[in-house]
């Protein structure tokens, strides 16, 4: 709770519009602020997938002057334009990029919604260029939550999923397949629930972590 209020404030102070769901200004935040200190505005190329229409980090990007955004969503209608920040209805795990095309690549609370690992990280690899980061985040959990038949946001989306240490550590190890390693170790502590999804009542916090594709 302390560090989703550290991270509300942190968004407050830089003059950007919180996410709605106060818990989301932490990996929203985290994410932004990673690409602020090692991205450049002109010329980094960036990424949102599952970003919908809700999606913070590329309006708070486009505000600090950043010039090359796109945004992708199965749920969209078809593609768009609001102000510099493309959007397009593409599937996160068969794009229509092209190769070692983006510099940063955000992912904020998609994997857990019917994401198949191999293929989401098969797709970020390819879309990477060398060096290339992927900020993601997910719903998270040590011990196990029964999220079977659940379908948050319909079945076309895929059934909802709450990650283990179990499964982080092994979507980081098949990460290596694909060229793609962890810039640092994963922070596994946790202390409270900080998310409650009152559509499927169900409490659990968010795990962030960044891989970095192989030079």
């Known amino acids: 709770e302390e560090e989703?209020?550290?991270?509300?404030?942190?968004?407050?102070?830089?003059?950007?519009?919180?996410?709605?769901?106060?818990?989301?200004?932490?990996?929203?935040?985290?994410?932004?602020?990673?690409?602020?200190?090692?991205?450049?505005?002109?010329?980094?190329k960036i990424l949102d997938v599952g970003s919908a229409d809700y999606g913070v980090i590329l309006p708070w990007l486009e505000l600090y002057g950043f010039l090359n955004l796109y945004g992708i969503d199965i749920s969209f209608k078809n593609d768009f334009q609001k102000g510099k920040i493309r959007y397009y209805k593409q599937n996160l795990q068969k794009t229509k990029f092209p190769s070692n095309f983006f510099d940063f690549i955000t992912s904020i609370s998609v994997i857990e919604h019917g994401v198949k690992i191999d293929a989401y990280l098969k797709e970020m690899s390819r879309l990477l260029k060398r060096d290339g980061y992927l900020l993601t985040s997910t719903d998270y959990w040590p011990k196990p939550i029964d999220t079977k038949g659940f379908y948050p946001y319909?079945?076309?989306?895929?059934?909802?999923?709450?990650?283990?240490?179990?499964?982080?550590?092994?979507?980081?190890?098949?990460?290596?397949?694909?060229?793609?390693?962890?810039?640092?170790?994963?922070?596994?502590?946790?202390?409270?629930?900080?998310?409650?999804?009152?559509?499927?009542?169900?409490?659990?916090?968010?795990?962030?972590?960044?891989?970095?594709?192989?030079?």
């Open 154 to 215: 319909g079945k076309e989306l895929g059934e909802m999923k709450i990650f283990m240490r179990e499964d982080i550590e092994e979507l980081v190890w098949k990460a290596q397949e694909y060229e793609l390693e962890l810039i640092e170790p994963i922070d596994f502590s946790y202390k409270d629930k900080v998310v409650y999804w009152r559509r499927v009542d169900k409490k659990f916090t968010y795990i962030f972590f960044i891989l970095k594709k192989k030079t």
């Open 4 to 44: 989703v209020e550290e991270s509300f404030q942190n968004v407050k102070k830089l003059k950007l519009e919180p996410h709605n769901d106060r818990p989301k200004n932490w990996d929203c935040y985290r994410a932004f602020s990673f690409i602020l200190r090692h991205g450049n505005n002109k010329e980094s």
